[in-house]
């Protein structure tokens, strides 16, 4: 703790913890009713991971949620985001389908275990697993009139039966991933894209905008549904967290300033400009024309206004050039070298990814000066270069990782008290190594090594460093 900022501390109500998500950790996919998530099959089919390896087990979480809840309490941390499951609430998915209720009982176990811990349950309602029958029966986010109506009844089975505990959701977690990942470049379930060689079926010049428009009409949905009938008796709030890095452009010129610019509106605007500011970002209907899917006038009143936040994930920065023939970075080139030759920050395992904290300090600054909310950052982490490929002792020793979290949190105590930036809560990613999606169990971004043969737990220095860290920051004022 040199830095002189961390003698600010941030506001008693400062809510910091750990985040992990349903499918990353739980394994047990057919155990107690669970149905399939269509990550099920998607993971276990060969290429769709780097390792080959799947969901099934993960870090054992449905079998090991109480040594996590201890692990949790040990850190001191005050809050603890994590997923639920769809394909266990309500195996079919379905709004008409039953619902599960060893399901039900596997989260209120967890909400309860960690209340007692005075840990606060911080709660994502999706989290990429949906379940797969509704895919197979209509296409799933595809399909506006169908998903808006499934999503919203499992968001209401989840507020009736956790929400007299749980006074903090999230309905969707990155709904670029969800839209762009899954439905362009087809990299994550389903895995639907214009590539043939990669998928049999998608088109990725409309689809991602289609399921981007119907994600943020279920999010609207569920959150009209809970401020109507929940929220009076549970009083707890509801957002939605979107992903985005920094965009800094590559030079001073007038075209890479621009660039940069529309980065962030593709990145970012495409999804919080139309939940805070009630409307798309003008150049995302100047790149995509009659692509982008319109809301109709009744549509863009339930979506304005839809977040009681700004809920944010972010892990780097980019530099920005103008050129760049991908619609998903906004036709933008993205690059970590300067001009000079030199590289932005440390290189993390995963090629998107190097450590800039200043970067994270202007996005934060952006966020606040254009939607004017209060920010709980709910994802922010580093994966260190062939961690696992290390020896365990070397492995926990993550200098970089606490260098990346040194200027994190340096940044952010920044933003808070000289910038004025009001953030409100700080979830590093993850509180476990866990399944990272296409990467499978290669890339590593816990705070916590898991050994993955024997499921045992060994805090990093980055988990020591941290807690300490916000623990001071976090002390009464």
């Not at 941030?10 to 669970?34: C, H, M, N, P, Y």
């Not at 929400?163 to 309905?171: E, P």
Request: charged share 25%; hydrophobic share 35%; proline share 5%.
């Amino acid at each position: 703790m040199a830095s002189d900022s961390l003698t600010k501390l941030l506001s008693k109500d400062f809510i910091w913890g750990f985040a992990t998500a349903s499918f990353q950790i739980e394994g047990s996919t057919d155990v107690d009713g669970r149905g399939k998530s269509f990550w099920d099959d998607f993971s276990r089919t060969p290429g769709k991971t780097l390792d080959g390896r799947n969901g099934d087990v993960a870090t054992d979480s449905y079998k090991l949620w109480k040594e996590d809840v201890e692990l949790l309490a040990q850190y001191g941390v005050k809050s603890y985001r994590f997923s639920i499951a769809w394909s266990r609430i309500i195996p079919l998915g379905g709004r008409d389908d039953p619902v599960n209720p060893k399901g039900i009982e596997f989260y209120s176990k967890l909400i309860d275990a960690l209340l007692e811990k005075n840990i606060i349950p911080f709660v994502t309602l999706y989290h990429w697993d949906l379940p797969q029958s509704l895919h197979e029966r209509y296409g799933g986010w595809l399909n506006k009139e169908e998903i808006v109506k499934d999503y919203t009844r499992y968001a209401k089975v989840c507020f009736e039966a956790f929400g007299d505990r749980v006074k903090y959701w999230l309905t969707m977690n990155e709904p670029w991933c969800i839209s762009i990942l899954g439905y362009g470049r087809g990299v994550f379930a389903p895995g639907r894209s214009s590539d043939r060689a990669r998928s049999p079926e998608g088109d990725s010049s409309t689809e991602p905008w289609i399921v981007g428009r119907n994600v943020i009409l279920s999010h609207a949905n569920a959150v009209k549904a809970y401020r109507e009938n929940f929220k009076p008796a549970q009083k707890g709030q509801i957002g939605i967290t979107l992903n985005g890095d920094w965009q800094m452009p590559y030079d001073d010129s007038p075209q890479n300033v621009a660039a940069a610019q529309h980065a962030l509106d593709v990145a970012i605007g495409w999804f919080a400009d139309p939940i805070y500011l009630g409307h798309y970002p003008p150049y995302m209907r100047e790149m995509l024309g009659s692509r982008l899917p319109e809301f109709s006038e009744q549509e863009i009143e339930l979506v304005k206004g839809s977040s009681d936040f700004y809920g944010m994930n972010t892990y780097t920065t980019n530099l920005c050039r103008a050129g760049g023939d991908d619609e998903f970075q906004g036709l933008v080139d993205y690059t970590f070298t300067r001009p000079d030759g030199t590289q932005l920050g440390k290189q993390a395992h995963c090629a998107w990814l190097q450590d800039y904290p200043e970067g994270f300090r202007s996005l934060l600054n952006y966020l606040w000066n254009r939607y004017h909310l209060p920010i709980y950052v709910t994802e922010n982490g580093f994966a260190v270069k062939d961690e696992d490929t290390m020896p365990l002792e070397q492995a926990l020793n993550d200098t970089d990782r606490v260098h990346y979290f040194e200027g994190t949190t340096r940044v952010l105590l920044q933003a808070t008290h000289e910038d004025g930036v009001d953030v409100k809560a700080y979830f590093p990613w993850s509180l476990l190594d866990n399944f990272e999606w296409a990467d499978g169990y290669v890339t590593r971004f816990g705070l916590t090594y898991v050994d993955y043969d024997t499921q045992k737990r060994y805090p990093k220095q980055s988990a020591r460093f941290l807690t300490k860290v916000l623990i001071f920051i976090n002390l009464p004022c």
